[in-house]
């Protein structure tokens, strides 16, 4: 529908191929109110990509994904940007900025309070100090792990 909305040619392929790349195909049949809150924010970003848009409006686009979901969107995102879109973002998860994010802009209380690389951020801050800790794996990686998801991170 959104498709045909855009007038984009050959719609139904179109959508079939978005279905297809954000884990979808085999939900295509259903209806959304069938879907999990996961498979609907998927088919939200999907849907924004109906029509090549030169920007992209993303809000808080992996709440609700379980961590597999969130690293799918994490490679889409990271490849609209690399093909030249412009990716606007807003996410409460600053990991997922630190992984995405070219320039960051941090609101509080509805302001921009400092904005720049993370580079640029990182430089309000006394440097970093070497330490030896023992690292131990997140409950992601073991997550990843024992469901047999690589862990390859943008």
Not at 1 to 28: I, Y
Not at 57 to 68: A, I, N, S, V
Not at 72 to 82: M, N, R, T, Y
């Amino acid at each position: 529908m959104v498709a045909r909305l855009r007038q984009v040619r050959s719609p139904g392929q179109v959508a079939d191929d978005l279905l297809r790349r954000f884990g979808l195909a085999d939900a295509g049949g259903r209806r959304v109110s069938a879907y999990s809150g996961g498979m609907r924010r998927r088919l939200d970003i999907a849907m924004s990509l109906i029509g090549s848009p030169t920007v992209v409006f993303l809000d808080e686009p992996t709440t609700g994904l379980d961590p597999e979901g969130r690293l799918e969107v994490w490679k889409e995102i990271q490849s609209l940007a690399d093909s030249g879109t412009t990716v606007l973002l807003t996410t409460q998860y600053l990991e997922e900025a630190e992984k995405l994010a070219d320039r960051i802009a941090i609101l509080h209380q509805g302001t921009v309070i400092v904005s720049g690389t993370l580079a640029e951020l990182r430089t309000l801050l006394p440097p970093a100090k070497a330490e030896l800790v023992e690292r131990q794996p997140t409950l992601e990686e073991i997550f990843l792990s024992v469901v047999g998801t690589k862990q390859a991170r943008p």
